[in-house]
């Protein structure tokens, strides 16, 4: 079945740091990747999506690139801030049979 | 704005009992979904719905129904709660014409 690897379980960077997390898929078909961002007592939230090889999603200074080549969609901000401490998730699918996620990776930015 | 509303937030049942969490949403979303979640897991989808009436498995159904009564309401069904099933679970919605999943605030359950 479909599947999402994220490499680090967990990350710990000073505020202004470059963030980059893993993330690669294994699929049948085409499908659409996004990632999401959870808070401490909330569910997940939506930060954006990609849906076709090479198309880049963005939101709130993170982006990720879709490449169907090296079946990855790596999360990168330029400088992160100590508000940017979640957990995010890569996860890919469609909205008729759900999403399948990543496990997931713990950010801490320390001021 | 769009919003999934779950109730209880908490619940502690006994094992061997009946569970039944509830999710209310106001987007008109067709499909609705519920997902637990579980460190080491992350979030794995039990059961999903494409409207009213309709309810298909996810990747781990075992040990749970569910039910969709109407476009707004979908719930979640422990006939026979067990230890294993501790854990967080979160309803979400979606359709092709939005952009996203709308989450809810999550159902943490202890099963003791």
């Known amino acids: 079945g479909d599947s999402v690897t994220q490499t680090e379980g967990q990350v710990a960077l000073s505020e202004e740091d470059f963030l980059t997390i893993h993330c690669n898929y294994s699929a ?20 954006f999506r990609a849906s076709r090889d090479k198309e880049k999603g963005s939101s709130r200074g993170f982006e990720a690139t879709y ?11 330029a400088s992160v801030q100590e508000s940017d401490s979640a957990v995010y998730y890569c996860a890919l699918g469609n909205y008729a049979q759900g999403l399948t996620f990543g496990l997931g990776t713990r950010v801490s930015v320390f001021p | ?33 519920w997902y637990r979640q579980d ?27 569910a039910s969709r009564p109407s476009q707004e309401n979908f719930s979640l069904i422990l ?34």
């Open chain 1, 28 to 47: 049948s078909g085409y499908p659409a990747l996004f990632w999401y961002v959870q808070y401490p007592g909330e569910g997940p939230q939506f930060l």
């Open chain 1, 67 to 77: 490449d169907k080549g090296t079946t990855s969609f790596h999360l990168r901000k």
């Open chain 2, 1 to 33: 704005e769009a919003a999934v509303t779950q109730s209880p937030r908490n619940k502690v049942a006994v094992t061997g009992g009946k569970v039944t969490l509830s999710c209310n949403q106001t987007n008109n979303h067709n499909n609705m979904y």
């Open chain 2, 39 to 65: 460190t080491g897991h992350g979030l794995r989808l039990i059961h999903y719905s494409y409207g009213a009436g309709s309810t298909e498995k996810g990747d781990i159904p075992d040990g749970y129904k």
């Open chain 2, 79 to 112: 006939e026979l709660a067990t230890p294993s099933q501790t854990s967080v679970y979160f309803c979400a919605s979606g359709d092709s014409d939005s952009t996203e999943v709308f989450f809810g605030k999550g159902t943490r359950l202890t099963v003791v």
